[in-house]
Structure formats: structure tokens, C-alpha cells
């Protein structure tokens, strides 16, 4: 399943958040009927005529040669604003430090959108030359910044109040700037370096992390992924690579086929586990490392207080998913039952439970669902929308045989203000639906925080990120179940109770297999594929369902399965726990949704809009009265709970004849579920 990545990247002495949108970008120009849906707004169709499926990015860099010319320029940059700011922040006065903001603002703008035109293409052929050199050099940039400019970090770390207060005091126009100083400054006086040398020193290891970022993402696509060839049941000589995998364990009704490639790639990438171990012993030695030089226990302390979370929290989360495991029994019971087999394998939990797993949807079709399950949301989401999927900013089609990397995600572009980049492996099916609006949310929250707030604002924390995605894939189900034929709409429900089983124990068990991987490099500096591989098998069976016979029981060895896993090679370490907090979250939101559309709709869309202008607890609590404790993990289980008894309804109508769609049942069920 293709989760959605929010790209950002913190370094010493510079933020580069990767947001959102510009005006350089291609309009959406609609000429299609209209359809009103209230008074006040004309709800605008899409255009088929008028889909892209191509980034054109010619408005980052028109050429090859412009982009190296670019960087030549921003080469000098560090060292320039080093010269001119240095010896100021001996005397510091506020509108020393206003310009400097200035001059770090506009040379953060002209990095971040090197780096996405390297990082973007790089995604495009992960085996491209220039581009590997282009992002490595857009790495080094960063950290040579971030090395020329250190002092700016350690002065400004150790004022205490009193020397805020005076430079505030002293230059009004830096108010603007105090929730940002807070932030990133003032909040990390305990966790900073404690001078220029140390500073230096982190920057670089921060390279490295960086580095090995890179070679993880390569090594994924061009070796763990690609798994190597099977022969299907007809003969057809069939490829196993990150896109197909999906695709045949998603929409193959032959068992025999769908064992055969989870075989293949199963005991694949048991052999690739040595090499990415090695990567990710080396990874972790440096996390930790840079987490003791700015005072954390390790870099799990590190994201928690960097994320305005605890452990405590998070042990909370852990544990309700851990208990409540069984509630997913009733629905892995009915995917056997409707499969027809005694006991379900890895190898069955894909399958689209519909008679024609294999039927696909243009990408086009897909965009036309996706837009109507904005219909009652605000009217900024759909004029986003059209701009997105009609201007060239989303790349679509899979292309793993010359390099196109696995997944999705969104890169935003807060420095020119233009539409998200939005990165996708489409292949027709429903899943692949969602993932399109999961990304799309990302864009549009992109793209309102873009347009509402200081460049130094287009940010936020990854749980705060996730929601807009996850809320747009609950939009969806909740259309199709509304909507699309009782047989679809079931086997729609089916798939996003298995999504939820995804995100409320198999991401948070990705976070803990870092956590205890972390504690065993820890302990023995590196560590063999055989000792993660161990760890992931342990943790499997901790968050795993007692109804799926996983390989390990039968086969004697432990599973490899965290060496395609993306996100533990990322330098944003623990990243997956913010996918279960945030669709926790997104449950609550959307409870509050069905029960008063409008006014929700007002504070949506000024929580998308506000960005890190203030901090998340503060800005959840403002919006919507949310707290993340205990509690809202099991009302998340709850809700899951009667989303499995709705699909029981579903189910039930579905085999109704006199009935033609699943909203008869809606109507009937689950117009109460949201306020129960």
C-alpha cells in the first residue's frame, strides 16, 4: 500500500520543509457544466479533456544546465551570509536578527526548490546519474549551510528570556516570527549545540544520514523489490517487482498465483536482509549518535519531543492496539468466509473481495469519483483539486523496469506557492483510488498553509500532515458507500477495514521494530539481516492476527519483510506511529463532520490553513476540543468496531435483490453510526 510521504527535511541552521505551491504553475482552465450544489457555489466539473499525468516541472528549471547553474549560485550563499551576519550576532540587535530571518528565508527558498527538482527526478529513475550527483550536491548544500551558519544557532539557543524579550522589544516587525523563534530556537535551549565545533559536527553527520537515505531508496527499488521471475499457473513467465507484487497478491483469484509471487519475493528478500542491515546499522549508529550530542537519551526521545509527544502517549497507543488486536477477528472472519478457503495466508489478505478482483479504473474515473466525494466540503477543495490533476503537477504510471521508485508521495512548494507535487504507482484498482485522494489531501492542505502563512510556517508536525490524507480517504469510502453499487461498495468497505488494520497495528509496529532495531545497533554497533529479521518476526506476532497463518510458523525462519519498508531508512526516524496518531485523529474529525457539516468545514479549514503558526496540541484543542491520550485510541477502536458491523449490513444488502445500491442500506444502518 502506497502511504503517503510528506517530505521535510531539518537540518542545523536552516529548515527546508518541503510545502507548497506557486503561481509559476499551470492553471486549471474548466470550461465544463456546472452543477450547483448550494446557493452560494457552483461546484465545477472536471474535465476529462483536460487531465495530466505528467509532472512538467519546467517552472523549477527549464533545463538541466539551469539547475547546475543554480547551484553554483547558492553555492556561495552560505559563506556570503556567514560574512555579513557573523560579526552582527556579536552585538545582536532585532533587526540583526530580522534580516538575518530575511536573508535565510530567501535563501531557503531557492535550496528547497533545488532540492525538489533533485529529489523529484531522482524518484523519476533512481539509476539517473545526474540526478543522483544533482541531490547528493543539494545534500552537501544543505549541510555546508548549515556548517557556515552554525553560530546563528548556537547564539540563539542560549538567550535566555530576558534577551528575547529585549530583541522583540526592540524591532516590532520580529513578532511575526515569535511562534517560529519559539519553535526552533527557544523551545530546544536544552538540546542545542554548545558551540560552533559541535555544530559542525552534527551538520555532518546529518550529511551521512542524509547519504544513506539515498543509497536505501536505490538499493529498495533496484534490489530488494525486484524479486526475480515466477511461472503463473497458464505459463506466462510473470516479473515480481514492487508494482506488480501488488497488483497480482490484489487482483489474481488464483491462489496457486498469488503463493507463488508472496513466495517469491518472501525468501528474496530474506537474501537482501544482510545488505540492508548493513545500511541500517549504519543509519542508526548516527541517529543515536546525533541524538546524545544534543542531550536526548536516543533518537526515539529525539522525534517524541520534537513531535510535542511522549512516551507516555505513545506507550497508550501501543498498548489499546495491542489489546484491542481481536477486534479485527469478526473481519478477518469474513474475508475467509467470503474467500472460500479454511485458513487465510499472507497471500489472501490482498485480495479485492469483489468477482472481478482484476477490473480496473482509468485514472480518469478515478478522478471523477475522487472529485464528487468533495462535494460537501468546502469549495476550495475542489478548486484546488482541478488545479492539481489538470496543471501537470501529479506523475502517475509505475515504471519500475527503468528506474521509477516504489510508493507515493507529496512534495509541497511553499516557495513559490504552487501546487504540491504529487508522486504516484497507479495501477487501476480501487486501493490505488484512495492513495490518489490519500496524496490529494496532502495537496491541498499544501496549498492552503502556501497561501495563508509566512514561508517560515509551511510546515507542521508528520501526525498533523497525515490528517488531511487520511480524512480524504474516509471522504471516499464514505462516497462509495453512499454511491457505487452494493458488491463495490462492500468490497470498498472491506479494503479500508483492512487499511485501518493496517494503520492501527502495522504502522505502529513498523515505529517499535525501529525502536528495538535501534536498541540492538545500540548494543552491538552493527547488526546481521538474521537479528532484524528476528526482531520483525517477534513483533509480528505481538500485533499480528491469531486468524492469518503467517510463513513463519510453517517455514522455521524469520520474515524479512522490513527491508522494503521505505520509511525506517528516512532520515525522519519512527515515522510510521504518526500514520495510527493521525488516523486516530482523522476519526474523531470525521465524527464531528457527519454530525455538523458546516461548521466543521470553518475550522477545517483554518486548521489546514495555520500550519506551525501555533503548536499542534494548542491548535487541535483550538479547532476541535481534540486531545491525544488514551482515549482517542480506543474511540478509534470503537469506530472500527462499527465499521466492521456495518460491512456485516452491507454485506447482508448486498445480497438483497430488490435492492440496486448500498445507500439503501446506509439509510437504513449507518446514518447513525458516526453519532452513536
Not at 61 to 84: C, Q, V, Y
Not at 349 to 368: I, V
Not at 407 to 422: D, E, H, N, Q
Not at 479 to 495: M, Y
Request: negative net charge; glycine residues 4%; charged residues 25%.
Amino acid at each position: 500500500m502506497a502511504l503517503g510521504t510528506v517530505k521535510g527535511l531539518i537540518t542545523i541552521g536552516i529548515f527546508l520543509f518541503f510545502s507548497i505551491f506557486s503561481e509559476c504553475g499551470a492553471a486549471a482552465e474548466l470550461g465544463n457544466p456546472s452543477e450547483i450544489i448550494n446557493e452560494e457555489y457552483t461546484f465545477e466539473k472536471l474535465n476529462p479533456d483536460e487531465v495530466t499525468t505528467e509532472w512538467n516541472d519546467s517552472y523549477l528549471f527549464s533545463s538541466r544546465g539551469d539547475a547546475l547553474e543554480e547551484l553554483e549560485i547558492l553555492r556561495k550563499k552560505p559563506e556570503e551570509i556567514n560574512e555579513t551576519f557573523r560579526p552582527q550576532f556579536e552585538n545582536l540587535s532585532g533587526s540583526v536578527l530580522l534580516d538575518f530571518l530575511n536573508a535565510e528565508k530567501e535563501f531557503s527558498k531557492s535550496l528547497e526548490v533545488l532540492y525538489i527538482y533533485a529529489y523529484t527526478q531522482f524518484s523519476k529513475n533512481v539509476s539517473d546519474p545526474f540526478f543522483v550527483s544533482l541531490l547528493t550536491d543539494s545534500q552537501n548544500l544543505v549541510t555546508e549551510y548549515g556548517k557556515a551558519n552554525s553560530f546563528t544557532v548556537v547564539k540563539l539557543t542560549s538567550l535566555n528570556d530576558e534577551e528575547w524579550n529585549k530583541l522583540f522589544s526592540e524591532e516590532p516587525e520580529l513578532e511575526e516570527y515569535r511562534p517560529y523563534l519559539e519553535a526552533k530556537y527557544r523551545r530546544f535551549a536544552d538540546h542545542r549545540a554548545m558551540n560552533e565545533s559541535q555544530a559542525v559536527y552534527i551538520a555532518e553527520l546529518e550529511n551521512q544520514r542524509m547519504k544513506l537515505e539515498t543509497e536505501a531508496m536505490s538499493k529498495v527499488t533496484n534490489n530488494v523489490t525486484m524479486a526475480g521471475n515466477i511461472t503463473l499457473e497458464n505459463g506466462e513467465n510473470f516479473s515480481v517487482n514492487s508494482q506488480s507484487y501488488n497488483t497480482l497478491l490484489s487482483t489474481d483469484l488464483s491462489r496457486e498465483n498469488r503463493k507463488r509471487c508472496y513466495e517469491k519475493r518472501y525468501y528474496h528478500m530474506r537474501n537482501e536482509s544482510d545488505s540492508m542491515a548493513s545500511i541500517y546499522s549504519r543509519k542508526a549508529q548516527l541517529d543515536d549518535l546525533i541524538a546524545r550530542e544534543l542531550n536526548y537519551t536516543d533518537f526515539y526521545d529525539y522525534t517524541l519531543y520534537s513531535s510535542y509527544l511522549n512516551r507516555t502517549q505513545i506507550d497508550d497507543m501501543n498498548t489499546v492496539f495491542k489489546e484491542r488486536k481481536g477486534v479485527f477477528e469478526e473481519y478477518n472472519e469474513f474475508r475467509r468466509s467470503k474467500l472460500g478457503i479454511e485458513t487465510l495466508r499472507p497471500y489472501d489478505l490482498m485480495l479485492q473481495l469483489t468477482d472481478q478482483p482484476g477490473n480496473n479504473y482509468t485514472y480518469t474515473e478515478a478522478l471523477q469519483e475522487i472529485q464528487k466525494s468533495y462535494s460537501k466540503m468546502d469549495p476550495r477543495f475542489n478548486e484546488i483539486f482541478l488545479r492539481m490533476v489538470t496543471g501537470n503537477f501529479v506523475d502517475v504510471y509505475p515504471d519500475p523496469e527503468h528506474g521509477k521508485q516504489p510508493g507515493g508521495y507529496t512534495i509541497g512548494l511553499c516557495s513559490l506557492k504552487s501546487p504540491a507535487l504529487v508522486f504516484l504507482n497507479y495501477n487501476g484498482t480501487i486501493r490505488d483510488q484512495k492513495t490518489i485522494t490519500h496524496e490529494l489531501g496532502h495537496g491541498i492542505n499544501f496549498y492552503l498553509i502556501g497561501n495563508s502563512v509566512d514561508y517560515f510556517y509551511c510546515s507542521g508536525q508528520i501526525y498533523e500532515m497525515e490528517i488531511p490524507s487520511t480524512f480524504n480517504e474516509e471522504l471516499f469510502v464514505d462516497h462509495a458507500i453512499q454511491n457505487f453499487d452494493k458488491k463495490t461498495a462492500v468490497n470498498v468497505l472491506s479494503q479500508h477495514i483492512s487499511e485501518y488494520q493496517n494503520y492501527f497495528t502495522r504502522q505502529p509496529m513498523i515505529a517499535e521494530f525501529e525502536y528495538r532495531a535501534h536498541q540492538l545497533c545500540a548494543e552491538n554497533g552493527t547488526v546481521s539481516g538474521e537479528d532484524l529479521n528476528e526482531i520483525w518476526t517477534n513483533l509480528s506476532n505481538e500485533y499480528g492476527s491469531e486468524s492469518v497463518e503467517y510463513y513463519i510458523e510453517d517455514s522455521g525462519v524469520d520474515s524479512a519483510e522490513w527491508t522494503y519498508i521505505n520509511h525506517i531508512y528516512l532520515t525522519n526516524n519512527y515515522y510510521t506511529f504518526n500514520y495510527a496518531v493521525s488516523k486516530a485523529i482523522t476519526l474523531s474529525l470525521f465524527k464531528q463532520y457527519k454530525e455538523d457539516p458546516e461548521t466543521f468545514n470553518k475550522n477545517y479549514i483554518a486548521y489546514l490553513s495555520a500550519g506551525s503558526t501555533m503548536p499542534p496540541e494548542e491548535k487541535l484543542k483550538k479547532y476541535f476540543g481534540i486531545e491525544i491520550n488514551r482515549q482517542l485510541f480506543e474511540d478509534a477502536m470503537d469506530v472500527v468496531e462499527l465499521r466492521i458491523q456495518e460491512l456485516n449490513e452491507l454485506e447482508k444488502e448486498a445480497k438483497a435483490p430488490e435492492f440496486e445500491s448500498a445507500v439503501d442500506t446506509l439509510n437504513i444502518y449507518s446514518g447513525s453510526l458516526w453519532k452513536s
